[in-house]
């Protein structure tokens, strides 16, 4: 009895003192949600720059050897991180290969917007599984949570309970903050928008705002003259008043277009940690809020 015993307590022990949990995540935001749900269980690291387009991140050796001495991969999945498939290939690491437990797509399960019915380069960069930008509704980033939560106790069965509380703690922050967010977005006005990329049609949908057109031609297709002068005379009949877009596109096109409607450019990240003011999901969305009211 007292070998069980002291054999009990030493397992005890060895779960207490076990190293963190090394993660690879494709994108800092799932960074941040996986260190909500992770806590001191979790040591993780992105790949992708906070202030970078996710859809063209260049493989680099560093992030070989990152991915080689993970034991989990988090992606968005829904093909906006395909350089992440590249890298998971060159690492050779058999934990986060597709189908094992070490591999997890936040996106599962959730249901998407913009899913296209034909399949063609013609219409630019097109995302088959639908638009791949879900983050930018906290409703979905719970579903998001639950399947990184769900990952993590796949790899760590004994912190399940740990794991299991943190998404509880996750979702409850998310809910109180949605009501500050809703009464914010229902403040602000002019509701009408033109973006630059098709990424904000779920923080569209959850806040109330009306994406009447992009500034690129097609997904990923910058601008043509003839395409700008479009969006031109969309912006004058329509009443538009705001030009929302990421950090990292060229404002040539959206300056000229300002210059001639008076419309405002808004330009925010979209992922976490590219600005201070932005440096977790919470301050991320109340960030992009407070300049569309701006």
Request: hydrophobic share 45%; aromatic share 10%; proline share 6%.
């Amino acid at each position: 009895m007292i070998y069980l015993k002291s054999f009990i307590l030493l397992g005890l022990s060895l779960n207490l003192w076990a190293a963190p949990i090394k993660i690879v995540t494709t994108l800092p935001v799932l960074k941040n949600i996986t260190e909500e749900i992770g806590g001191d269980k979790v040591s993780v690291q992105s790949l992708a720059d906070p202030g970078q387009d996710a859809h063209f991140v260049q493989p680099k050796p560093t992030f070989m050897k990152k991915l080689r001495e993970a034991k989990m991969f988090i992606e968005v999945g829904l093909d906006l991180e395909l350089w992440g498939q590249k890298i998971v290939d060159s690492a050779g690491n058999p934990n986060v290969q597709r189908g094992k437990p070490g591999r997890v797509f936040a996106s599962a399960g959730v249901s998407t917007l913009e899913t296209p019915a034909i399949l063609s380069r013609e219409y630019g960069d097109v995302h088959p599984y639908g638009n791949p930008h879900i983050w930018l509704d906290p409703v979905l980033v719970k579903k998001m949570a639950k399947n990184i939560c769900n990952g993590l106790v796949a790899v760590d069965l004994p912190n399940k309970a740990f794991y299991e509380a943190n998404l509880k703690i996750f979702e409850s922050k998310i809910d109180k903050a949605l009501v500050i967010w809703e009464k914010k977005a229902k403040s602000i006005a002019q509701k009408k928008l033109v973006t630059y990329h098709r990424s904000w049609s779920y923080f569209a949908r959850r806040f109330g705002f009306d994406v009447l057109e992009q500034i690129e031609v097609k997904p990923g297709i910058p601008p043509t003259p003839k395409h700008r002068d479009e969006i031109m005379a969309l912006i004058k009949d329509a009443g538009v008043k705001t030009i929302l877009m990421e950090l990292y596109y060229d404002k040539t096109a959206p300056e000229y277009i300002a210059k001639r409607t008076g419309v405002k450019i808004v330009q925010v990240p979209i992922d976490v940690g590219a600005i201070p003011e932005a440096m977790d999901y919470f301050s991320l969305i109340t960030y992009i809020l407070d300049k569309l009211a701006a």
